[in-house]
């Protein structure tokens, strides 16, 4: 008797075979398009020349669940179809990593049989290196070939795929190579499954490699194996890797079919319509479309000839996340020329290639002005020598304006940012710039076309046909992969598939992004703009949600570059520096990385180097290495003065004893106490090092959760190191209380800081190490000394509670003296900025924000931009404000004070950082702002974790700098 058994996935449909000796009579693979249903009744229709009847059947897989339930069919869970097959053809193995086209599992099978999926986000899988190779303009091929030779690897988001795409194409616009950018996107899938789906467990032993992507890519099986530091016998990728689902399936099929009962069940499901969710259609009749059409035309932009153009021209380039657009203007800001193209990997082709269609077009062109903006501006500025850079939400302000001058709200959504500016009397009031999540961006609705084999064009055209467009609902893109693909399960057409996505696009933009509480909060004089609102579908769904007609002008796609453009012709006088026609000819461009070599933090840089000898060095956080640069760096920076104040704590005490400690989360606000404190009984404390790319990949594997804040996964290496420093004692207490500045209602650590302790104690070996780990607080001396010593001496270290008493008083003393000091310096770093006439930032977030690779050293990045640089600790005590929420947190509390400080001084300006994963900073966020808005400031929230690309980072501080500038001058104006 034959045994069938079918896997069908999100994207393919996989069948198996067997005889009774379990021998493979038969197998394939292959792309079922969303048409499962179809492709699983022709599947059983060519089996007939290789099976005879009565045979067993069976169907497994993530796109099978919907299918067994209508028909009555067996299904078998894929996990145990995996683990079925494991034990019968490869007993010996200990973990099984299996990726497939949206899903991830891993079976580990030593001890105890446990099972991890990932859940409804496809990050790290096969989808998601198909986007990233779309992104590079690379087949899956040339991507694996170019992985075996890269020199670098990056970081890049793990989390998620439609982050780790924002993380990559920052890279592109510096020119990274293309070797070191696909290791690194392969190196980002090994890190989404250790930290996803092992979450803690050690992944060790021996190995089998499962699904499509670990069987066709050699790249990454490599990356897993350095990774997880495995010999070659240890690992295993059998031939059936991409049906193993189905062969393991094809084992657990039991029950008999004949060929008329299974193909009759599988034909009347094909014929059978499926209920959805569905909302109205964007237009009722063609003369709705027709008036809507009419409307928009009548902001088109006007256009001039330039062959026979004889004025001075202007230049504006835009160098953006995934294309460039470029635009050339005449005096009067028609348009000569324009162009938007994807940068297909390398920007600066596209940009050479349109300089020599114009000098081509109009040898005698005058360009009085060149101007960059975007990504890429110091890239452009650099290669074709233009002659400044403009930060692009002022671009595109000064584009908006052109179109409508009482424009108060811009909306900008690309391919893979969305940009809001709301305008306040003139100049820009509010940014808000999606921080590393694509939902609601324009890539989503690409990459969705292209999975169903239409452009982007094409695709959207066809929402513009639906009658029943499908409700998707507003979650995360990613997740909405699913929604679509049971959509498509259920029948619904590709027209409401493609309306459903633009109405879910633009309702993540709105509630996601912008977080709009009311249309109110929008605007009344809209102007919209981007690529993805070229889409009419787009634009007709965001006027239906708001209940609104917009503005869009007919190049809302090139408004950054417009807007450069107008820029250039308000600012420069004299014949633009830009290459000629000749300089172009010979224009060549080569990039290599290297590591930085200035400092500890060994910054990935990109070295681009010009045919003229000119040299342009991305991915920098300080300007150290750049001579040419005009350097700020010897402004006050209270970040760079308590790390300093640190250093100075660690080399004043010395002691033979010495116990380890963890320098994290609120050990960065403890480490002048716990030093003292220890220091008073004789012993000397190891502090562990300040973060490294390093630190966290030494502890990665033993994370338990991948839902914790990046400061609190970094504990987990800062104890590794520790262990391998063999250090006999790690004392890390829990501690539920902070120090009682007084300040707010209570004075509680959050759940994280307070009991991380336990996590680490319960995940990680300590092999030789003692870990002490009691819980203590500052509350109750009494029991803060008996928790102390009692859990001393289970260690082996015996206190007198006199002497903990004593040592007790002297830390909370050297507490309150490193506070006062830290004041101390804010004042003399005041009173620096007032004498020099500067703006200071008050960098507002946790003492943990201290950490090199916590904050990515955006303080230096301050003092670039010419800020003096504050700190929310260092802001001199206050009486305590009311709060709008409940004010309970000592780290929180400091917060709110520092804002209400900010509020009392002109000159000063808030900018608050936020780990992703931190649950309470929903909270914190919405009460600074709010304390903020009352007096009128900006309120600027830069969101950070492991990946340290601060190309969003540094379009936000400069366009905050450019607000505050324009502030000024109007007020000078009044005056």
Request: aromatic share 10%; with cysteine; charged share 25%.
């Amino acid at each position: 008797m034959y045994h069938i058994g079918f896997d069908i996935g999100s994207t393919t449909i996989k069948a198996v075979v067997l005889d009774d000796e379990n021998n493979i009579c038969y197998r394939s693979y292959e792309r079922h398009k969303a048409q499962a249903r179809q492709k699983a009744l022709d599947k059983i229709i060519e089996l007939r020349k290789f099976t005879k009847e009565p045979f067993t059947f069976a169907i497994s897989g993530s796109g099978a669940i919907g299918l067994c339930e209508q028909s009555g069919l067996p299904f078998v869970q894929e996990v145990f179809a995996s683990a079925v097959a494991t034990k019968k053809f490869f007993p010996e193995t200990d973990c099984a990593i299996e990726l497939g086209g949206e899903d991830a599992k891993i079976l580990f099978f030593r001890g105890s049989i446990e099972q991890r999926m990932n859940s409804t986000c496809a990050g790290g899988t096969g989808a998601f290196i198909d986007q990233m190779a779309q992104l590079l303009n690379m087949s899956l091929e040339e991507m694996n070939e170019a992985s075996l030779h890269y020199h670098r690897i990056y970081p890049i988001a793990s989390r998620c795929g439609v982050f780790a795409k924002s993380d990559i194409q920052p890279l592109i616009n510096q020119g990274v190579d293309k070797a070191d950018l696909c290791a690194s996107i392969f190196q980002a899938v090994v890190g989404q499954t250790i930290t996803s789906l092992a979450q803690g467990r050690k992944i060790e032993g021996n190995l089998l490699f499962l699904g499509g992507p670990l069987y066709f890519l050699s790249g990454l099986r490599k990356r897993f194996q350095e990774t997880l530091k495995l010999e070659d016998e240890q690992i295993n990728c059998p031939d059936t890797a991409i049906h193993y689902v189905a062969l393991g399936t094809a084992l657990c099929a039991d029950q008999e079919f004949t060929r008329e009962s299974i193909e009759g069940t599988l034909e009347e499901l094909v014929n059978t319509p499926v209920e959805m969710s569905e909302s109205k259609p964007l237009f009722e009749t063609k003369a709705d479309y027709d008036a809507f059409v009419a409307r928009h035309q009548s902001h088109d932009a006007k256009y001039a000839d330039l062959k026979s153009y004889t004025g001075k021209a202007y230049l504006g380039v835009d160098s953006g996340s995934t294309t460039t657009k470029l635009a050339l203007i005449a005096e009067n800001g028609d348009i000569l020329y324009d162009s938007y193209s994807s940068n297909k990997g390398n920007p600066l082709d596209v940009v050479l290639h349109d300089l020599k269609t114009i000098y081509d077009t109009n040898p005698d062109i005058r360009i009085y002005g060149a101007y960059s903006t975007g990504y890429g501006e110091e890239l452009m500025r650099t290669a074709f020598h233009l002659d400044g850079g403009v930060v692009e939400t002022l671009a595109h302000y000064t584009a908006a304006k052109k179109f409508n001058p009482d424009v108060d709200y811009i909306l900008d959504i690309g391919g893979q940012d969305i940009k809001c500016f709301k305008i306040k009397d003139g100049h820009i009031d509010d940014i808000v710039l999606n921080e590393a999540c694509s939902s609601g961006c324009g890539s989503f609705i690409e990459t969705f076309a292209n999975s169903l084999g239409y452009d982007a064009k094409e695709f959207a055209k066809l929402g513009l046909k639906s009658k029943h467009p499908v409700d998707l609902g507003t979650r995360c893109t990613v997740f909405m992969n699913s929604g679509v693909k049971q959509a498509q399960k259920n029948g619904a057409t590709v027209e409401d598939i493609s309306a459903g996505l633009c109405r879910s696009v633009v309702k993540n933009a709105l509630y996601k992004v912008i977080r709009a509480r009311n249309k109110e909060d929008i605007g009344k004089h809209i102007v919209v703009q981007g690529g993805t609102f070229q889409n009419d579908s787009v634009l007709r769904s965001f006027e239906q949600e708001l209940d609104l007609e917009v503005i869009r002008p007919s190049i809302a796609h090139l408004m950054g570059a417009y807007g450069a453009a107008l820029y250039a012709q308000k600012l420069h006088r004299t014949p633009s520096a830009i290459l000629t026609r000749e300089q172009l000819e010979n224009f060549s461009h080569t990039a290599r990385s290297v590591a930085c070599q200035g400092c500890s933090n060994h910054c990935s840089l990109t070295i681009n180097t010009f045919n003229d000898g000119t040299r342009l060095i991305a991915g920098n956080k300080c300007d150290k290495m750049i001579v040419t640069k005009s350097r700020h760096e010897d402004l006050p920076d209270m970040y760079k003065i308590k790390t300093q104040m640190f250093e100075d704590i660690k080399k004043k005490y010395h002691h033979e004893r010495k116990i380890g400690m963890p320098l994290v989360l609120n050990n960065y606000d403890l480490l002048p106490f716990w030093s003292r404190f220890f220091d008073s009984l004789g012993y000397e404390i190891i502090w562990s090092k300040p973060s490294t790319q390093e630190t966290y990949q030494r502890g990665q594997q033993t994370i338990p959760s991948d839902t914790a804040c990046f400061p609190a996964k970094l504990v987990h290496g800062h104890i590794q190191e520790l262990i391998d420093q063999k250090v006999d004692y790690i004392f890390y207490p829990c501690m539920t209380y902070n120090v009682d500045e007084k300040q707010s209602q209570n004075h509680y650590n959050c759940p994280v800081v307070a009991y991380y302790p336990q996590v680490i104690e319960n995940n990680m070996d300590m092999e030789e190490t003692k870990f002490v780990s009691p819980f203590l607080s500052f509350d109750d001396e009494k029991t803060f000394v008996k928790a102390f010593c009692l859990h001393f001496e289970k260690a082996g270290i015996k206190f007198r509670k006199h002497d903990v008493q004593i040592a007790l008083h002297a830390g909370a003393n050297d507490y309150k003296l490193f506070h006062e000091q830290l004041r101390l310096k804010h004042q003399d770093a005041v009173l620096y900025a007032r004498e020099h006439n500067l703006p200071m930032a008050v960098l507002c977030g946790r003492p943990y924000h201290l950490d090199p690779l916590v904050n990515h050293q955006i303080h230096q990045l301050l003092t670039q931009l010419g800020f003096v640089v504050l700190s929310e600790e260092s802001v001199p005590r206050q009486q305590p404000h009311t709060t709008n929420v409940l004010n309970q947190w000592t780290y929180h509390a400091r917060l709110y004070q520092a804002a209400h400080y900010v509020c009392e001084n002109d000159d000063m300006h808030l900018i608050q950082l936020v780990s992703f994963g931190c649950g309470i900073d929903a909270v914190t966020t919405d009460e600074v702002k709010e304390i903020l808005k009352a007096s009128g400031k900006f309120y600027t929230q830069i969101k950070i974790d492991e990946v340290d690309n601060l190309g969003a980072v540094r379009i936000r501080l400069r366009s905050l700098k450019g607000a505050i500038e324009q502030q000024k001058e109007e007020e000078q104006h009044v005056h």
